[in-house]
């Protein structure tokens, strides 16, 4: 009797043998929506035109899901990766581009990066990275139509700083070259950073710059769901504590970054170091957006930790080369596109072939290459 | 790759389409960019294919194909030297009756010389024992590679321009107010290429098809 017990406790069954409730649709659905906060920023600081952005690369994202899985017998838009896709899309888009614009974007992500290669999880791009590129390519010009806030601010700041340093209307960090180049910040800017600097001691001297708050808290121009980087982080602090993102990522990416920005930074520009830089160019186009939503997809991001250290390490540096010394955006899409491509061989390097195993050990491939 | 570390037979296949679409990707931005370039092609590899079977034989030392499936090293100097006779010919040719577009098409004229759809082909020309045998595979290369190129530089124009640019250039509208750019660089190439080839695979009777679908 008691051998037949401990039988009937011996379960035999297949791989899995790990379960979760954080299935692929629910970690989709719950990525989105930390996505919203963020997105509700930016169509209530810029209006009814980031609306219409957003909500049109939402609709032809799933729209595309549809016509490439229905006819062919299969029902994907119920695990949450059009969707992603379609909000991604619309918050890196500015949100005075033409309405073609977002669902041409979508469309080529949902088609051409996502379902060409066989649907979600054989992507080896983000869709939404390598449709926002394909629009920043196809129409650079008009991914430049921002709309203007009140009060006057019509341009980014990180254009209005290469302004700035173009014309040589520099001095002391990127705010101080942005005032004395003439760029407007908001009254509500103006008001805080005044009653800090009268309010509060300054322990290094000097008080805060004008527009401090402003790129702090996310009331500038930029794309529409990338402004607001404390509700971005929010979203991300809280996916990364549920494991759903990979923290290793955007540590790397910020922080090498960061650390390129305050040793080159400066020199690059011709001036002198900005130790006010890294903060600024932190919070300024769609860096944050993109290191915490884009660059951890866990499709197309390394497998081990190892190669996400590594992966973030590229991208930060792709991106402060390609923020410096590009021509197609903030160069954030672009480098995370770079970025992907190079996932396959960090995975091939730091993949050890037999769990557990020391080091890297290379695969064996099958003959004839890899299936 | 296969375990000595050399490319597997499937692997120089894919070299061989993948350089000689190079050509076809730089050049294929307008429909007639890619109609010169396929007739010039076309002239050269049928050319080719019917003085190298000729000439062969006063190449080698003796009548011996050769050892193996690849043609002997002086068929294939003989097959490159036909080869840029013949493109030199072609592009002086077209220098004299389209100077414009041959300036269009720049480089990538004499660079069929050493296209390797043209010297892909050279070791099964080198067997075939007579010009009549070697033509009409040939033939069939060529005029792929033709319809290959009108296509990819039909959609670019279309989709990257907005235009359609044979003889004169006629406006498609809404396409040409603001055209996808990126069809008009080598991005947009490859992506019509590749989807070209995935049409292609789809086809009854095609390789692909046969072989269980190995890439």
């Not at chain 1, 103006?190 to 402003?214: C, E, I, K, M, Y």
């Not at chain 1, 769609?286 to 390394?302: K, N």
């Not at chain 2, 389209?98 to 990538?108: C, F």
């Not at chain 2, 396409?175 to 947009?188: N, Q, S, V």
Request: glycine residues 12%.
């Amino acid at each position: 009797m008691a051998e037949r017990s401990r039988e009937a406790r011996l379960l035999q069954a297949p791989a899995p043998h790990s379960r979760t409730s954080l299935s692929t649709p629910v970690l989709a659905w719950i990525v989105a929506a930390s996505l919203v906060p963020a997105l509700a920023w930016g169509i209530a600081l810029f209006g009814l035109p980031a609306a219409l952005v957003c909500g049109t690369a939402l609709v032809a994202a799933v729209l595309a899901e549809a016509l490439t899985t229905i006819p062919f017998g299969r029902f994907t838009l119920a695990d949450g990766s059009a969707v992603l896709t379609g909000l991604l899309v619309g918050m890196f888009m500015p949100a005075g581009v033409p309405l073609g614009i977002p669902a041409a974007a979508s469309f080529f992500g949902l088609v051409v990066v996502k379902q060409t290669f066989g649907g979600l999880g054989r992507n080896w791009m983000n869709p939404a990275v390598g449709g926002v590129l394909f629009a920043l390519v196809s129409w650079s010009v008009s991914m430049t139509h921002w709309v203007a806030l009140p009060g006057g601010l019509a341009v980014p700041p990180l254009e209005s700083l290469r302004a700035a340093l173009a014309a040589g209307t520099s001095a002391g960090g990127p705010l101080s070259a942005l005032n004395a180049g003439g760029y407007v910040f908001s009254a509500v800017d103006a008001a805080v950073v005044g009653w800090v600097n009268a309010h509060l001691p300054s322990f290094l001297g000097a008080g805060l710059q004008r527009g401090t708050f402003d790129v702090l808290v996310g009331i500038v121009v930029g794309p529409t769901g990338a402004v607001s980087a404390p509700l971005l982080a929010a979203g991300a602090v809280l996916l990364a504590s549920r494991g759903i993102i990979r923290w290793e990522i955007p540590v790397a990416y910020l922080g090498v970054f960061v650390i390129l920005v305050l040793l080159l930074g400066g020199p690059a520009a011709g001036r002198p170091l900005h130790p006010g830089g890294a903060l600024f160019q932190l919070l300024s186009g769609s860096l944050i957006l993109g290191a915490f939503y884009a660059a951890t997809d866990p499709v197309t991001s390394p497998l081990v930790r190892t190669g996400r250290w590594a992966y973030g390490v590229a991208l930060g540096a792709l991106t402060f080369l390609l923020r410096s010394f590009g021509s197609v955006g903030d160069g954030v899409v672009a480098s995370i596109a770079l970025g992907n491509t190079l996932v396959p061989l960090i995975d091939r390097a730091t993949v050890p072939s037999r769990p557990g195993a020391r080091g890297r050990a290379r695969p064996e491939l099958p003959p004839g290459g890899a299936a | 790759m296969n375990g000595a570390g050399s490319p597997s037979r499937h692997e120089r296949r894919a070299i061989v389409l993948v350089l000689g679409a190079g050509p076809a990707a730089a050049v294929s931005t307008r429909l007639v960019d890619g109609v010169v370039m396929a007739i010039a092609t076309f002239v050269v590899l049928a050319g080719v294919s019917l003085l190298l079977p000729l000439v062969r034989r006063g190449i080698q030392r003796d009548d011996a194909v050769g050892p193996g499936p690849t043609a002997p090293p002086a068929v294939l100097w003989g097959a490159l030297l036909i080869s840029s006779c013949l493109t030199a010919l072609v592009e002086l040719a077209l220098n004299a009756l389209m100077p414009a577009e041959s300036a269009r098409l720049g480089i990538y004229v004499p660079l069929i010389a050493v296209s390797m759809l043209t010297m892909g082909r050279v070791d099964e020309l080198a067997l075939c024992p007579s010009p009549a045998r070697a033509l009409a595979p040939t033939l069939g290369v060529g005029a792929a590679y033709a319809a290959l190129l009108v296509i990819v530089a039909l959609a670019r124009e279309v989709l990257g321009s907005g235009t359609i640019t044979l003889g004169r250039t006629t406006s498609l509208g809404i396409l040409a107010d603001d055209p996808a750019r990126a069809f008009g660089l080598a991005a947009g190439a490859l992506i019509c290429l590749g989807y070209l080839a995935a049409a292609l695979r789809l086809l009854p009777g095609s390789r692909a098809r046969s072989d269980g679908g190995e890439r």
